[in-house]
RNA sequence: GCGUGCGUAGCUCAGUUGGAUAGAGCGUUUGGCUACGAACCAAAAGGUCGGGGGUUCGAAUCCCUCCGCGCGUACCA
């Protein structure tokens, strides 16, 4: 990277002024201690390294430190000057060409990091319960997740992607109890949900039941004997439904993992003894309780109720450990953040059987709120929610996971169902799928003939069919010397998509891909109108289609790390 | 109450781990198409970084303390 680059030359030329007494008393330069950062007025330069931490052991004033520094860099084309306590650096001409090689010979495994310590991840998201559509939170974790996914396996990670299917516990049976009554009515019975408030949260009182009542009644005449039979009906089709929204919105799983399985396997229960065999247990009030707050919760859980039956906490640890049973190096999960409490106790069993708890990763997302004409709709108040199959159908599926995206997991999210829609400058989606066509457009351009609207004459292109082939296939780099100046910006901007990629898989961060994108966008829109790519100068033409083409590249690997889709026409 | 997240331009949000004059997009105002897609670009206006203390050469960023909002605080899942 070029600012790598430029901290190495840096860190030699303090090495050899502190080795010639030029940094006052520093004799030494501890590695790591400079850091490279973009300034914020772009006079400066392209890069910078603030020298006033070394300030403090050489006794000497920053802006001497600079100077001081400045003289034993090894310079070669690049451009260093020293302000105040700032060395400054302008990349020359070598390294932006080199850029642009590496992207066009690279493709789609530009910014690709080398030597990546490979991890064997599962990560688990949306993870709902089989009782009913997806709402829009959920929406919001299945894009998240299948966006870090696909950038953790871009950074070089193995990832296998886990749905944990809550098809244990009372709301399977209030489900089932949800289907009768529909059934029921389907029947011509005159019967309704309870209209008491505390009896109706025995139900799932919402319309979609409807639907899977004329389902069951297409092979069943009646209601069954046994109630169960019921629940595995409703569950099967929910989510079976699931399933196919998830395929719609490029979400992709290797596993549907069935909580029940656990139960019946009898995992659950000998997760139970584990923690028994721990001594971590204890009865009170006739229940079992596990000493989680010997490692960090704030109080103990029940693992066992006093009616004998387990806990939703117990499976899921049960779940947990089986992950690294299954040879996981680490476990990531998305969770919402209605479940924070569950981090503390989770980890707490984790450690108590034995596993190191720092390899579950727990990401909270904070929730979705609806904006529909200007005003927040709560979600879970209304009777007729918003599913999420609704919002796609609505905006469509790029501008969904987009958005989806495009904010920090740590704030709660407005998702403005207007704006989305938009096709217009409103919208950041649409912006930067324009600028991949319009990078298209510029290239189809270059090598197909075109024909004079005024006089009906043909214009041959500017580029012929094999020179354009010669360019992507072949990339001769000394056509870009002499011929890049103007998209230097440009240029730049596509290097940062190495340090993205980095720091975004370390941080688990996946907004910052979409905000990259609209960056990029953004100044290939202004280096479009600053200068003509197509031109008189055939070499001109080459050096700037082959900077078009890198960006095209850089837009198409971004996109699809996100599963948007990148058009080569709008 | 305790835990947790948030509070930055009219609105929606960044701010690379403490650094140069706090940045984008939308909205507003102004300018730019008989040339590669104007679904675009260029420019301007707009700020007590929730308030108050503290730490130091230096704070939106770290510490303390208030204020406001969301979420959680089950032998539900």
Redesign the pocket.
């Known amino acids: 990277m070029i600012k790598d680059y430029f901290l190495n030359k840096i860190e030699i030329a303090v090495k050899k002024a502190a080795e010639a007494g030029k940094l006052g008393q520093l004799r030494e330069y501890g590695l790591n201690t400079l850091?490279?950062?973009?300034?914020?007025?772009v006079?400066?330069?392209d890069?910078?390294?603030?020298v006033?931490?070394l300030?403090?052991n050489a006794k000497m004033a920053?802006p001497l430190i600079a100077q001081s520094v400045l003289e034993f860099v090894d310079k070669e084309d690049n451009e260093y000057s020293a302000?105040?306590?700032?060395?400054?650096f302008k990349a020359g001409e070598n390294l932006l060409c080199n850029l642009i090689e590496e992207i066009i010979k690279k493709k789609s495994d530009y910014g690709k990091p080398e030597n990546v310590e490979k991890e064997k991840i599962i990560l688990e998201y949306v993870s709902a319960?089989p009782?009913g559509p997806f709402h829009i939170g959920h929406g919001r974790w299945a894009a998240m997740g299948s966006v870090l996914a696909n950038l953790l396996k871009f950074y070089g990670h193995e990832v296998y992607q886990e749905f944990y299917i809550?098809?244990?516990?009372?709301?399977?049976q209030k489900l089932g109890n949800s289907l009768a009554v529909r059934i029921r009515q389907q029947l011509g019975e005159n019967i309704d949900f309870p209209a008491d408030e505390t009896e109706r949260k025995n139900f799932y009182p919402g319309d979609y039941l409807i639907a899977v009542a004329k389902e069951y009644l297409k092979t069943h005449t009646g209601l069954p004997e046994d109630s169960e039979q019921l629940c595995d009906f409703a569950k099967n089709y929910e989510e079976k439904v699931q399933k196919e929204l998830l395929e719609k919105f490029r979400v992709h799983f290797d596993n549907f993992f069935s909580?029940l399985s656990l139960h019946k396997s009898g995992e659950v229960e000998a997760c139970v003894n584990k923690l028994k065999a721990s001594g971590k247990i204890y009865e009170?009030?006739?229940?079992v309780w596990f000493k989680s707050s010997e490692y960090g919760d704030?109080?103990d859980?029940?693992i066992?109720?006093?009616?004998g039956?387990?806990?939703?906490?117990t499976?899921d640890i049960a779940y947990h450990i089986g992950k690294l049973q299954r040879g996981f190096d680490r476990m990531i999960d998305i969770w919402?953040?209605?479940?924070?409490?569950?981090v503390?106790r989770v980890k707490a069993s984790i450690e108590a059987l034995g596993f190191n708890p720092d390899k579950l990763e727990v990401l909270?997302g904070?929730?979705v709120?609806l904006?529909v004409n200007g005003e927040e709709v709560?979600m879970g108040k209304r009777k007729n929610m918003i599913t999420l199959e609704d919002l796609i159908n609505e905006v469509g599926v790029d501008a969904t996971r987009f958005w989806m995206t495009?904010?920090?997991i740590?704030?709660?999210?407005?998702f403005?169902i207007d704006?989305a829609k938009k096709?217009?400058?409103?919208?950041?989606v649409?912006?930067v799928?324009?600028?991949h066509?319009?990078a298209?457009?510029?290239i189809?351009?270059?090598v197909n003939d075109k024909t004079d609207?005024?006089t009906g004459k043909t214009i041959p292109a500017a580029v012929s069919a094999g020179e354009y082939s010669d360019l992507i296939n072949n990339f001769d780099k000394s056509l870009l010397y002499g011929n890049i100046a103007d998209g230097k910006k440009l240029v730049l901007k596509l290097e940062?998509y190495k340090?993205l990629i980095e720091?975004s898989a370390?941080?688990r961060?996946v907004?910052?891909i979409c905000?990259y994108v609209?960056?990029l966008?953004?100044e290939f829109?202004?280096?479009?109108?600053?200068?003509?790519?197509?031109?008189d100068s055939k070499k001109l033409?080459l050096a700037?289609l082959a900077l078009v083409y890198s960006v095209k590249t850089v837009l198409n690997n971004a996109l699809a790390i996100l599963s948007v889709s990148a058009?080569?026409?709008?």
Do not use: W
């Open positions: 850091v490279v950062e973009r300034p914020k007025n006079e400066f330069g890069y910078a390294v603030n006033s931490c300030a403090k920053p302000v105040a306590g700032f060395i400054n319960n009782t809550n098809d244990a516990g009372s709301q399977i909580e009170k009030d006739g229940a704030d109080q859980r029940v066992k109720k006093a009616d039956s387990n806990t939703y906490l499976a919402g953040a209605d479940h924070h409490g569950y503390a909270l904070q929730l709120n904006v709560r495009m904010r920090n740590d704030t709660t999210l407005d403005d704006l096709n217009s400058d409103e919208n950041p649409f912006y799928q324009y600028a066509a319009r298209c457009s510029i189809r351009n270059a609207s005024l940062e340090s720091n370390k941080t961060q907004y910052t905000r609209q960056e966008a953004g829109h202004s280096f479009y109108n600053s200068v003509r790519v197509i031109n033409t700037r058009p080569e026409r709008m």
